[in-house]
């Protein structure tokens, strides 16, 4: 196989492995629920598995309503956009294949709504993250402060939309895609690396979750995944970058607020002006 069309295939599993996105979302949530050795991993399979399915519904959908020369000339289309907003039509036309122009729209909208609940999944995960890095004394203690009135972490809330917006602002969808996705490949990879260097620096420490298939398992998703992302440089170089300076300018934010001495481990604190927020 030629090596630019295997580097070409493993760059559109970005795009798919994106569509996964938020898998393990639920582990950001482990200080908030009760018995997590036992109900975040099945939390995490049975989102995930409802999740492979629904997609598996879909492409099916669409390969019974269209065929292969519906699928190449809305893509060739010499009016068309290019990158993901060629294969925008795609669930439209098929949705008035299958049922008419009059269900097509309403359809649409119906979808639309959908992603209402992809987002407020992320307002509720999201912010947990900056929250417990401000609690562990990784992060400006702002972060960790709750609302007052409702509880929730409304500065780190905050910081997430801001930073969003930001990204939005400046970037179409697809360079957004690429730059999240190497950006949580990195992390991901580091995540998975740490079970690891745990087993080998701290034997004794409990582990009410066993990683399944090890030490086999998680070396199989790091070289994957560091295939995919060694893809995303190859492929889309300038975007793969930013998202790795990212990271790295974070470094120094990282190390300030983590070197010894800094507060860590506190008692969330309510606060009143946060809850004008939320």
Same mark, same amino acid.
């Given at each position: 196989? !030629?090596?630019?069309?295997?580097?070409?295939?493993?760059?559109?599993?970005?795009?798919?492995?994106?569509?996964?996105?938020?898998?393990? =979302? %639920?582990?950001?949530? =482990?200080?908030?629920?009760?018995? #997590?050795? +036992?109900?975040?991993?099945?939390?995490?399979?049975?989102?995930? %598995?409802?999740?492979?399915?629904?997609?598996?519904?879909?492409?099916?959908?669409?390969?019974? =309503?269209?065929?292969? /020369?519906?699928?190449?000339?809305?893509?060739?289309?010499?009016?068309? $956009? &290019?990158?993901?907003?060629?294969? %925008?039509?795609?669930? &439209?036309?098929?949705?008035? +294949?299958?049922?008419?122009? +009059?269900?097509?729209? *309403?359809?649409? @909208?119906?979808?639309?709504?959908?992603?209402?609940?992809?987002?407020?999944?992320?307002?509720?995960?999201?912010?947990?993250?900056?929250?417990?890095?401000?609690?562990?004394? &990784?992060?400006?203690?702002?972060?960790?402060?709750?609302?007052?009135?409702?509880?929730?972490?409304?500065?780190?809330? /905050?910081?997430?939309?801001?930073?969003?917006?930001?990204?939005?602002?400046?970037?179409?969808?697809?360079?957004?895609?690429?730059?999240?996705?190497?950006?949580? /490949?990195?992390?991901?990879?580091?995540?998975?690396?740490?079970?690891?260097?745990?087993?080998?620096?701290?034997? !004794?420490? *409990?582990?009410?979750?066993?990683? #399944?298939?090890?030490?086999?398992?998680?070396?199989?998703?790091? @070289?994957?995944?560091?295939?995919?992302?060694?893809?995303?440089?190859?492929?889309?170089?300038?975007?793969?970058?930013?998202?790795?300076?990212?990271?790295?300018?974070?470094?120094?934010?990282?190390?300030?607020?983590?070197?010894?001495?800094?507060?860590?481990?506190?008692?969330?604190? =309510?606060? $009143?002006?946060?809850?004008?927020?939320?």
């Amino acid at each position: 196989m !030629d090596a630019d069309l295997a580097i070409t295939m493993l760059f559109s599993l970005v795009y798919i492995s994106y569509a996964y996105t938020g898998w393990n =979302a %639920a582990s950001y949530l =482990a200080g908030e629920i009760q018995q #997590p050795q +036992r109900r975040l991993p099945r939390a995490i399979l049975l989102g995930t %598995a409802l999740v492979v399915l629904l997609y598996l519904a879909l492409n099916t959908v669409y390969a019974l =309503a269209l065929m292969p /020369a519906d699928l190449k000339a809305i893509v060739e289309a010499p009016s068309n $956009r &290019q990158g993901l907003d060629a294969v %925008a039509p795609i669930a &439209q036309l098929a949705a008035v +294949r299958l049922f008419g122009p +009059r269900i097509a729209g *309403p359809l649409s @909208v119906a979808v639309g709504l959908t992603l209402l609940a992809s987002l407020s999944a992320y307002v509720l995960t999201g912010p947990r993250v900056a929250f417990a890095m401000a609690q562990a004394g &990784q992060f400006p203690a702002i972060a960790g402060r709750l609302s007052a009135r409702t509880g929730v972490p409304a500065i780190a809330t /905050a910081l997430q939309v801001c930073w969003s917006l930001v990204l939005l602002w400046t970037g179409t969808v697809e360079r957004i895609l690429v730059y999240s996705s190497v950006g949580l /490949a990195l992390f991901s990879m580091l995540t998975i690396s740490s079970v690891y260097v745990l087993r080998w620096r701290r034997p !004794d420490l *409990p582990r009410p979750f066993r990683t #399944p298939g090890y030490p086999v398992v998680p070396a199989v998703y790091l @070289v994957m995944t560091g295939l995919l992302t060694g893809a995303a440089f190859y492929q889309s170089p300038l975007v793969s970058t930013y998202s790795l300076l990212s990271i790295l300018l974070g470094l120094p934010v990282y190390w300030f607020w983590g070197r010894p001495g800094q507060a860590a481990g506190e008692k969330p604190v =309510a606060d $009143r002006d946060a809850a004008d927020i939320l």
